[in-house]
Structure formats: C-alpha cells, structure tokens
C-alpha cells in the first residue's frame, strides 16, 4: 500500500485550466488587434456626423485605436504565462466593466477621452463579462 499526503493534485486539469486561460488571452489579443486595424480599411470605416464609424455601428476614433491595439499588445505579451494571462484577465476586465459603466452613465465619453456609443458600451459590457469569467470563474 502506498502512503498519501492527502495531497492530490490532478495534473490533467491543471494543464487544462493553464492551457485556456492562455489561449483565451492570446485570442482575445488576436481579435481585437485584427478588427481594430480594420479601421484602416477604407470599406470597413463609414462617416456618420462627426465619427467614423466601425462596420456602421462602433466609434472609429484615434483615441479608441490606440487604447485598443494597446489592450491587444498586451494580452499577447502576457499570454505567454499563466499567471500573467490570469491578471491580464481580471485587470482588463475590470477597466472594460469600468468603461462600460461609465460609458452607459455618460452616454458619449468615457471620462471626456474615448468616444463611444451604446454598441460600443454593450461590446465593453460582453468584453468585461468575458474577461472576468476567464480570469475568475475558471480556478486552479
């Protein structure tokens, strides 16, 4: 008979919960760089008013541009660890929670900078639940 520790640790679904918490990040990461440079594409972009406009329904500013390539870039560099791709999760989720509150409270900014919509704060809504479940709901 072999002694236990009480111990046990299921490597299985260690590597699992490792593996997705990673490639969520590195798909998130993908995505939202890839449509964010389809602003770029003269087909992709309409003007409406003062803004162009995403597929005809999100904001197209520089300023979204740049805070979007930006939380791209980083969900890449930190999917290469979990512990990384975890706190991307739960800190970016919380900033996207955080836009879309203020989003929907303001109606046309988030804090005066980025410029958005209702599609815009219902994406930030779906990023932030998103997000959140990965980096919170899916334990170790």
């Known amino acids: 008979m072999k002694p236990t520790s009480g111990l046990h640790i299921n490597y299985r ?4 919960i490792t593996i997705t918490k990673k490639l969520f990040t ?3 990461g993908t995505v939202i760089i890839l449509v964010t440079l389809t602003n770029f594409l003269p087909f992709a972009s309409t ?3 003062n803004h162009h406009l995403l597929f005809g329904l999100f904001i197209a500013s520089a300023s979204l541009i740049v805070f979007h390539l930006s939380i791209g870039i980083i969900a890449l ?6 512990h990384y791709s975890v706190w991307f999760l739960r800190i970016f989720g919380l900033v996207f929670a955080f836009a879309a509150i203020v989003g929907f409270a303001s ?3 988030v804090l005066g900078i980025l410029p958005i919509n209702l599609a815009d704060n ?4 779906f990023f932030a639940i998103a997000l959140l479940t990965a ?3 899916i334990q170790e």
Do not use: C, D, E, P
């Open 122 to 125: 219902l994406l930030h809504s």
């Open 47 to 49: 003007k409406s008013g």
């Open 77 to 82: 560099a930190t999917a290469t660890y979990t």
């Open 13 to 16: 679904r260690l590597i699992i």
């Open 26 to 28: 590195t798909v998130f």
């Open 107 to 109: 109606g046309h900014t």
């Open 135 to 137: 980096g919170f709901a």
